[in-house]
């Protein structure tokens, strides 16, 4: 691993300017960069532009007290949220998005989410699979998937990352798994623990204090190792290695010090503060999502504080909905002033829904037979919503979504053909990427 050592000096998004120049920890049991870069297989090209940007709310956000209110239903499920018009004629969602209602015609508004596995994790949200019978060396998540078939787009970049911190309810920190694809294909995670040091000689404390020092440092490094001869015979696997670890490419998406105020402003900054057992609130890694896709990353997973709301559903609501609606408004916008939406393809969702019942403490409890999504960019149709539930918003009674039709369609989005592409499993029997028999892409989003 990289780390530069120093004095930990605060930063704009609240991260200090160690956590992120720690930027060699993939952790993954003492294997080196070198032998991970080694343990890649070329399984496609390299030039594909796509990208997924995945946002996890973890705990279970409540469906109809988001994008499916039930104005007619009563009030014990109803509850306390209004329903506001959107841009687009016909489709209303909940009063405390109305920055998202603003861009309806950019959204689809899935309803119907079905397949839910019903535990409390990640998994499903970042596989499309449940974690039971699993094969072995486990599902690979999607951004794994495509760091298997396309590779890194930058020996600079990795092709995967993880920005969900550690949670005290361990698999809603979860960044994704490589499964049967092998840690070559891990996400990186930024602010993950390394097993060892690499510190670059003739870095001190006292000459962290400027980010210029710290680049000039990282091209001297690279002049004298190439001076050296140390390069000369090492493998190219050896010299992607000093590509990722000596390239400033990576920590300057991380540094937010590059956007100007108003960028930041726009999405707003939340709290590095985790949120009970769950996750924080960290509006800034929005920004850090689009700014690390804009590098290279085909695709960046990241969580969103704590929506088990057993108790005081609506008054958590009001803290939590407006800050996802400042900071997803704005990812949106911002990639559409950069002519990355088409390219890019934005999900937002949880493991399952909500009781359609208030309980006495003025929450909803657990209802994995129906649930929401999310879905921007990616270049498909949007201005739409897909499915209906009943009146009290408790099952589909029109057009069910699959959390496999979910991921059949991110494929699609990033120029995968789910019908023809497999990957061989530890055992090398060729997988389909989504079940053949539930999932095709959405065809309602390519029109």
């Known amino acids: 691993m990289l780390t530069l050592l120093g004095k930990r000096t605060p930063m704009c998004d609240r991260l200090d300017r160690r956590s992120f120049l720690r930027i060699g920890g993939l952790a993954m049991g003492g294997l080196t960069l070198p032998q991970l870069l080694r343990a890649e297989q070329a399984a496609g090209v390299n030039g594909n532009g796509k990208g997924v940007i995945m946002i996890f709310l973890p705990g279970g956000p409540p469906h109809q007290d988001m994008w ?18 959107t841009k687009v004629p016909g489709i209303e969602i909940c009063e ?7 861009m309806a015609d950019k959204l689809t508004f899935i309803r119907t989410m079905v397949g839910a596995g019903g535990a409390h994790y990640a998994f499903q949200c970042l596989t499309g699979q449940h974690d039971r019978n699993q094969p072995p060396g486990g599902w690979p998540a999607l951004g794994s998937v495509l760091s298997k078939v396309y590779g890194p787009k930058d020996s600079a970049v990795p092709a995967y990352v993880g920005l969900s911190p550690k949670t005290r309810h361990a698999p809603w920190g979860d960044n994704g798994q490589p499964g049967y694809l092998g840690v070559a294909h891990a996400p990186f995670t930024p602010n993950g623990d390394g097993a060892s040091d690499l510190v670059l000689n003739g870095i001190s404390s006292d000459r962290l204090a400027s980010r210029k020092q710290v680049l000039k440092a990282f091209d001297r490094f690279r002049t004298q190792i190439d001076a050296s001869g140390m390069m000369e015979g090492q493998d190219s696997f050896n010299q992607q290695a000093f590509g990722i670890l000596t390239s400033s490419k990576l920590a300057d998406a ?6 100007s105020q108003q960028i930041r402003d726009r999405y707003g900054y939340g709290e590095d503060k985790l949120q009970s057992d ?12 689009r700014r690390l896709i804009e590098a290279g990353v085909r695709c960046v997973s990241l969580s969103f504080s704590r929506w088990d709301w057993h108790g005081g559903n609506f008054n958590r609501g009001r803290q939590d909905m407006p800050m996802l609606d400042q900071a997803v408004s704005a990812l949106i916008e911002d990639m559409e002033n950069r002519g990355m939406l088409d390219d890019v393809t934005v999900v937002v969702w949880g493991e399952f829904g909500r009781t359609p019942k208030i309980n006495a403490n003025a929450g909803r409890d657990h209802w994995p037979r129906v649930s929401c999504a999310l879905l921007a960019g990616g270049g498909m149709k949007h201005g739409q919503v897909i499915g209906k539930t009943n009146r009290l918003g408790e ?11 979910v991921f059949a369609t991110l494929y699609k989005s990033v120029g995968i053909n789910v019908d023809h592409v497999t990957l061989d499993d530890l055992q090398g029997r060729p997988r389909f990427l989504v079940d053949q028999n539930l999932a095709q892409p959405i065809p309602e989003l390519f029109g």
């Open 254 to 259: 991380l540094d937010l010090e590059n956007e």
């Open 278 to 289: 769950g996750s924080t609130r960290l509006l800034t890694n929005f920004l850090k999502a």
């Open 96 to 102: 405390q998005f109305p920055q998202l209602a603003s």
């Open 68 to 85: 499916d209110i039930k104005s007619d239903a009563p009030a014990e499920i109803r509850g306390e949220f209004n329903p506001i018009q």
């Open 395 to 405: 099952e589909a009674i029109e057009r069910p979504v699959h959390f496999q039709e």
